[in-house]
């Protein structure tokens, strides 16, 4: 299986701390239109985030944080979200 690069800065924060702040090579977020994937040179795109689970990869290692809502901005392998717990 071929190793997954490391390209995307996902950082998540929350209106009390900062909660996430790591390189990733996924990322998959709750959108109140559906679930959806950022990789390695994603579209720009700004959406609102529903409850559920943001799951990212860290090397061999995938990882999942649960919210309540939020939003989120994606632009130059890049993720920052908002979000409330």
Known sequence: MPKRTVDILLEIISPEKMLVHQ???T???PGTKGRFMVLRG???LISSLEAGNITYTVGDL???LRIASGFVEVCKN???ACVEL
Request: hydrophobic share 40%; charged share 15%.
């Open 23 to 25: 390189m990733v090579s």
């Open 27 to 29: 990322v998959e977020l």
């Open 42 to 44: 994603h579209a720009p």
């Open 62 to 64: 995938t990882k999942s």
């Open 78 to 80: 890049h993720v920052s």
